[in-house]
């Protein structure tokens, strides 16, 4: 078996469906452009049709392959300032270490991780620390034959006390795929992922929590009308339907609109549409 997923990425094929083309009461641009010396910058502006409050981010990516380095540089409207310095297959194959730090001027707020990472076939290792705290946080993943076990923990170092425990076992085949989750031993969850063939894509979530007699359940589809275009659509138990449309206009410009409409209160409003511009050069 090839190296198996990080612990947040079980089950990310569903999380998929359910989340990408959509983008509900928010009217986006984003710009992605190259430059001649391998820096990549991302632009991204939104505004949120119902508070009328407009962000926006600028962030720099910069590789150098041959020493394994990557330097990442966010910056956004909220004045927060975020660093990344990564290096990967140097210190040993399939290890990765990071430092990735925070500050924000206004306040003077500072923070920062240091991020490791080990992969290889049939594992995947993760053990993050926040200085803040400060707070371990570790996962490991195991695959064999397509089946898939993970465990999280967190556990604050200040408090002396485990503040994340989470388990997650799963089943992964070439068009099928399944996940199921407990955190902390009273949220738990599951989903089903399908590509019933190149055009149409499936998937289904559960999710219940201890002491609750309600669980939350959703459909969700994906069909690629061609090469060009997708139609996205899902509903969950609370009657809140979502529909989103993809298309490339041309290489490099994609135009996305989605719409949320509450099936219960269809006649009261409430409704939310979105609206997406991608820039790619």
Known sequence: ????????????SAKDIFSKGYGFGIVKLDLKTKSQSGVEFNTSGSTNTDT?????SLETKYKMKELGLSLNQKWNTDNALATEVSVEDQLAKGLKVALDTSFVPNTGKKSGKLKT?????????????????????SAAVVGYEGWLAGYQIGFDTAKSKLVQNNFALGYKAGD??????V??????????????NDQLETAVTLAWTAGSNNTRFGVAAKYQLDS????????????LVGVGYTQSLRPG???????????????????????????EA
Do not use: W
């Open 1 to 12: 078996m090839a190296v198996p997923p990080s612990y947040s990425d079980l089950g990310k």
């Open 52 to 56: 009328g409050k407009a962000g926006g």
């Open 117 to 137: 990472g080990y992969k290889r076939d049939y594992i995947n290792l993760s053990c993050d620390i926040d200085f803040e705290g400060p707070v371990v946080h």
């Open 176 to 181: 099928f795929q399944l996940h199921t989750n």
């Open 183 to 196: 955190n902390d031993g009273t949220e738990f969850g599951g989903s089903v992922y399908h590509k019933v």
């Open 228 to 239: 060009d275009a997708s139609l996205s659509a899902k509903v969950n138990n609370a009657s």
């Open 253 to 279: 410009v994609k135009l996305t609109l989605s719409a949320l409409i509450d099936g219960k209160n269809f006649n009261t409003g409430g409704h939310k549409v979105g609206l997406g511009f991608e820039l």
